[in-house]
T-cell receptor
């Protein structure tokens, strides 16, 4: 699986959009980008995934660059409950396991 | 239940003891995964089941680690002769599809194992 690079931490003001970047420059054509988050002492929670088109659901939006070498997870109106570690994962279609990496610690501040 | 459950939530073992960690996946989910998460790190893959078949155990760190899913539902991760380096959170996840594709993995709350 392709590896990902994320900043170790980010701050965001409550009510503002949180934009979390992820680099995956070695991604292959059949690899999907997944985002999970982990709130303290809980298991990882699925957020969103995509292949090449931008995706949006009730939690977030995923913007994937045209060359697919990077992506951005957008939380449109961050709340204090969005404080968590966010993991960007690249997953090969025919492999089940996820490689999580170290993630980005998002601190949402009042 | 609505989600993946794990028991116990916390386990303290003396070095050398054997432990067994249980995972109850979402009902009907075909695939089941175990991950190990050390303090301050992301989860790391241990093993994967499709129904009762263990198709990938490449992440198990030693032969002291053993996992089973005999009836294709509940799974147990067993660690023999525990060592201090086994201290971690053990996460279980399940997904509805067999094989890969884009099926989502749903995680349980984890079992925090502390080896003294």
């Amino acid at each position: 699986d392709a590896k990902t690079t994320q900043p170790p931490s980010m701050d965001c003001a409550e009510g503002r959009a949180a934009n979390l970047p992820c680099n995956h420059s070695t991604i292959s054509g059949n690899e999907y980008v997944y985002w999970y988050r982990q709130i303290h002492s809980q298991g990882p929670q699925y957020i969103i995934h995509g292949l090449k088109n931008n995706e949006t659901n009730e939690m977030a939006s995923l913007i994937i660059t045209e060359d697919r070498k990077s992506s951005t997870l957008i939380l449109p109106h961050a709340t204090l409950r969005d404080t968590a570690v966010y993991y960007c994962i690249v997953r090969t279609y025919n492999f089940n396991k996820f490689y999580f990496g170290s993630g980005t610690k998002l601190n949402v501040k009042p | 239940g609505a989600g993946v459950s794990q028991s116990p939530r916390y386990k303290v073992a003396k070095r050398g003891q054997d432990v067994a960690l249980r995972c109850d996946p979402i009902s009907g989910h075909v695939s089941l995964f175990w991950y190990q998460q050390a303090l301050g790190q992301g989860p790391e893959f241990l093993t994967y089941f499709q129904n009762e078949a263990q198709l990938d155990k490449s992440g198990l760190p030693s032969d002291r680690f053993f996992a089973e899913r005999p009836e294709g539902s509940v799974s147990t991760l067993k660690i023999q002769r525990t060592q201090q380096e086994d201290s971690a959170v053990y996460l279980c996840a399940s997904s509805s599809l067999a094989g890969a594709g884009t099926d989502t993995q749903y995680f349980g709350p984890g079992t925090r194992l502390t080896v003294l």
